[in-house]
T-cell receptor, first 112, second 116 residues
């Protein structure tokens, strides 16, 4: 089945550690995105990538990093520099000819 | 600048009664507008979208929304609520034409509760 797969679904991290969230899509979409969701605040854009080997900062990129080495993959690393990383993270993608983005199932990150 | 205001953070209805979730937007151009639904611990699913075609947009699961430019509104409605409609709903406006689609602007969400 085509779709966007995020893993792991739940992740616990100790303070001071980096952690990487995986996002894979088999929809042949060019653009991919990472959003952060906090209760009562809607979604905020972290990073986005419109083509392989290129990505741009979103509204809250500090403390995060990404790579886009393959069209299908857009992993997000939450670094120790991120002051408040506990949140629900959503990966999304969109095809170039369609004015819509599609979301994965999300990953919960908890810092303990 | 683009922004979205969802006028109610919580809406409660009884099963079988109509649903109205209100959304106002601010945009300096002709926007694309979306409604997404999110069930607990899940990703967002597209309900419907408006892209300057018909002002009344029909979506999945019996939902529809009407684009009213004069009122800058895009309210979501459903004639008869079902228990499975209980979820959080997000109104979303896109960035300017030619910008990356990822520059979406999300409302803060409306939590819909459906009572039996």
């Amino acid at each position: 089945d085509g779709g966007i797969t995020q893993s792991p679904k739940y992740l616990f991290r100790k303070e001071g550690q980096n952690v990487t969230l995986s996002c894979e899509q088999n929809l042949n979409h060019d653009a991919m995105y990472w959003y952060r969701q906090d209760p009562g605040q809607g979604l905020r854009l972290i990073y986005y990538s419109q083509i392989v080997n290129d990505f741009q900062k979103g509204d809250i990129a500090e403390g995060y990093s990404v790579s886009r080495e393959k069209k299908e993959s857009f992993p997000l690393t939450v670094t120790s520099a991120q002051k408040n990383p506990t949140a629900f993270y959503l990966c999304a993608s969109s095809p170039p000819e369609e004015n819509t983005i599609y979301f994965g199932e999300g990953s919960w990150l908890t810092v303990v | 600048a683009q922004s979205v205001t969802q006028l109610d953070s919580h809406v409660s209805v009884s099963e079988g009664t109509p649903v109205l979730l209100r959304c106002n937007y601010s945009s300096s151009y002709s926007p694309s507008l979306f409604w997404y639904v999110q069930h607990p611990n899940k990703g967002l699913q597209l309900l419907l979208k408006y892209t300057s075609a018909a002002t009344l947009v029909k979506g999945i699961n019996g939902f529809e929304a009407e684009f009213k430019k004069s009122e800058t509104s895009f309210h979501l409605t459903k004639p008869s609520a079902h228990m499975s409609d209980a979820a959080e709903y997000f109104c979303v406006v896109s960035g300017p034409s030619g910008s990356t689609l990822g520059r979406l602007y999300f409302g803060r969400g409306t939590q819909l509760t459906v009572w039996p």
